[in-house]
C-alpha cells in the first residue's frame, strides 16, 4: 500500500512473510537445523524515473526501505529487529491503474546490535552489530488508483 507524493516519488508500506531454514553453528540442541519465519515491515521510499529516451508506459526506479524484521521459530527463538534495503527495478503501466513490477533489493537485518556509552570530560556512544543479509527478486502486478 502506498501514496504517490509528486508524479515521480512514492511511499509505501511493504509486509513480507517468508518461511526459511537457518543453520545453528553452535547449538546444545539436537537439531543444527531451525524452521524460521521472517515478517519484515518496511516503509518504502521510491524514486521513478521518467526518461526521454525510454517509452511513457516503462518507469526505471531506485528503492530504499527501512523498518524491523521479526524472526519467529521453534524453540523460543523469537526477536524482531532494524533492517533496511536497497534497491532498484522497473515499472511497466498497461494503463493509468495496472501496470506490472520487477524489482531487486538488497536487504539486511542488524541481528546482533550491541550498544555501548563511555562517559568522561564527553561522551562517547559505540554502536556495533552482525547483520545477516538477504537478496529479494520481486515480480508482479501493480495496481494504481
Not at 57 to 70: K, L, Q, Y
Not at 98 to 117: D, K, S
Request: proline residues 3%; charged residues 20%; hydrophobic residues 40%.
Amino acid at each position: 500500500a502506498g501514496m504517490r507524493f509528486h508524479d515521480e516519488d512514492v511511499i509505501e508500506f511493504r509486509w513480507a512473510r517468508q518461511d526459511s531454514q537457518i543453520h545453528l553453528e553452535s547449538s546444545n540442541l539436537i537439531r543444527s537445523q531451525q524452521r524460521i519465519t521472517l515478517d519484515q515491515f518496511h516503509g518504502d521510499f521510491t524514486h521513478e524515473y521518467i526518461l526521454d529516451e525510454w517509452p511513457k508506459w516503462a518507469r526505471p526506479f531506485i528503492i530504499g526501505s527501512v523498518g524491523a524484521t521479526h524472526v519467529s521459530g521453534r524453540f523460543n527463538t523469537s526477536f524482531t529487529r532494524f533492517s533496511f534495503g536497497l534497491g532498484g527495478g522497473v515499472k511497466f503501466f498497461s494503463g493509468k491503474h495496472f501496470g506490472f513490477r520487477m524489482q531487486a533489493e538488497w536487504l539486511p537485518i542488524v541481528v546482533n546490535p550491541q550498544v555501548a556509552f563511555f562517559c568522561g570530560g564527553g561522551c562517547v556512544v559505540h554502536v556495533q552489530g552482525t547483520i545477516g543479509s538477504q537478496g529479494e527478486a520481486v515480480a508482479g502486478p501493480l495496481f494504481r488508483f
